[in-house]
């Protein structure tokens, strides 16, 4: 299906430890985008990455997108509190609907 | 704020009422969702406008029933609910389906409970 399979699904780490999400698709994306969920909030857009190896960065976060435009990750160093929530990597329907597919996330849990 | 609000943030009704749900967005934009965010499972997309005209009923049961009178504003009006539609109901909205602007922003949902 056009499921994205994001890993791990929990994380948790001791503030200051670096943190990493990946997803992976078995079709050719077009593009990925990336969403944070704060706990009893809302997805929230991070990125979108369109090329194939593409890497952008926004200050601690890392997104890369994969040379064969299959997988991208999110890495976040030296994690802090405000770190907290769930990170969902999302991709596109087929077509120019608008349908974003969103995989399970990924929830870091950031202990102090 | 992203700029779509939603109401009511919190709602629980019997599986004989009808209620609506409203979103509103304020950032000029063309194309809204409705999404269904349960516990167990992944964010699911159930209706989309872009334009005011729906382009995507993503398989929902009729006991929803969406209502898009301008670009600005979405209904999901709802009757005969089962508990299991218990979910957080989110509205977003984007640029358009055809720009390539595809970012979406939401608003805070509405947490539902069906009693």
């Known amino acids: 299906g056009q499921q994205v399979m994001q890993i791990p699904q929990y994380q948790h780490v001791q503030e200051g430890e670096d943190f990493t999400t990946y997803c992976n698709s078995s079709?050719?994306?077009?593009?990925i985008q990336w969403y944070k969920q704060r706990p009893g909030g809302h997805p929230v857009f991070l990125i979108q990455l369109v090329k194939s190896g593409e890497v952008k960065k926004q200050k601690r976060l890392t997104f890369q997108f994969g040379e064969a435009k299959k997988n991208s990750s999110l890495h976040i160093t030296a994690t802090q509190t405000t770190d907290v929530g769930t990170y969902f990597c999302v991709r596109h329907g087929s077509g120019n609907t608008g349908k974003l597919i969103f995989g399970q996330g990924t929830t870091l849990q950031v202990k102090p | 704020e992203t700029g779509v609000t939603q109401t009511p943030r919190h709602l629980v009704m019997g599986m004989t009422n009808k209620k609506s749900l409203k979103c509103e967005q304020h950032l000029g934009h063309n194309a809204m969702y409705w999404y269904k965010q349960s516990a167990k499972k992944p964010l699911e997309l159930m209706f989309v406008y872009n334009f005011k005209e729906q382009t995507e009923n993503n398989s929902v049961p009729s006991r929803f029933s969406p209502e898009c009178p301008n670009s600005s504003h979405l209904f999901l009006h709802l009757h005969t609910l089962q508990p299991e539609d218990s979910a957080l109901y989110l509205c977003?909205?984007?640029?358009?389906?055809?720009?390539?602007?595809?970012?979406?922003?939401f608003g805070p949902g509405t947490r539902l409970t069906v009693t």
């Open positions: 977003a909205s984007s640029q358009d389906l055809g720009t390539g602007h595809y970012e979406q922003y």
């Open positions: 079709t050719t994306l077009s593009n």
